[in-house]
């Protein structure tokens, strides 16, 4: 009766806190999609505005000096674009990893389907997006002007450049979405453990190269 009960219901987001292997397994007999991916591109939206919010625009790079009414309305322009892109490239992002991923896990012979791998991104992500959505709110209550996620190492260490983007991408709530994707491709994907946390491992790495030269690009823009 409790595995039919799992069987027939979907899948639910917050779930995905306190019971991520009961979703796993509800995910992997019924995957759900729409609702979940509207709720998450408006968490995306959300943190976009307040990232935009949180920017002080007066320090940027070739803004020192101009008038505020012009600052004013960039900021303006930035909060626009921050959460209409945010909008509308969370849904493709998550699009473009589940597809990633999927190839992947059909290379390694695994029976999941496309929709089980994009419900599993799409849950998997709510995790990161709620760090992402607590973070901004945090920036904007205490008015800093640092852009560093209070939940990573960097926070503590406030390093620059390349070491700032690594240590800000080991993050709280970023080595918990990668350790319930672990388990996902485990439950969802139906790999076996040392293949599905490879690929983790894989990611995760990857991850941490792509926010080093986010970090050393971020240092060239500011000489």
Do not use: C
Not at 1 to 16: A, C, N, R, Y
Not at 47 to 68: H, I, Q, R, S
Not at 103 to 111: F, N
Not at 158 to 176: P, R
């Amino acid at each position: 009766m409790e595995q039919e009960t799992i069987q027939t219901k979907k899948p639910s987001l917050f779930g995905m806190i306190f019971q991520p292997g009961e979703q796993f397994e509800r995910m992997r007999e019924k995957p759900t999609i729409w609702i979940p991916l509207i709720i998450l591109s408006i968490l995306g939206a959300l943190v976009g505005v307040l990232a935009a919010l949180n920017v002080d625009y007066a320090t940027m790079p070739g803004m020192e000096g101009m008038p505020a009414d012009q600052i004013e309305i960039s900021k303006m322009f930035g909060i626009i674009f921050g959460g209409i892109g945010a909008l509308f490239g969370t849904p493709i992002g998550y699009l473009i990893v589940g597809g990633i991923l999927f190839g992947i896990t059909k290379i390694a012979k695994s029976p999941v389907t496309f929709k089980q791998m994009f419900s599993l991104i799409i849950f998997t992500s709510f995790i990161s997006a709620i760090g992402q959505l607590l973070n901004q709110l945090i920036i904007y209550a205490i008015g800093s002007d640092s852009m560093v996620m209070v939940t990573s190492l960097n926070s503590f260490v406030g390093a620059e450049g390349v070491m700032g983007g690594i240590l800000g991408a080991i993050e709280v709530f970023q080595i918990w979405y990668y350790i319930l994707l672990g388990i996902g491709l485990v439950k969802v994907a139906q790999l076996s453990k040392p293949a599905a946390y490879t690929i983790t491992i894989i990611f995760f790495v990857l991850g941490l190269i792509f926010a080093a030269a986010s970090g050393a690009l971020e240092g060239l823009a500011q000489f």
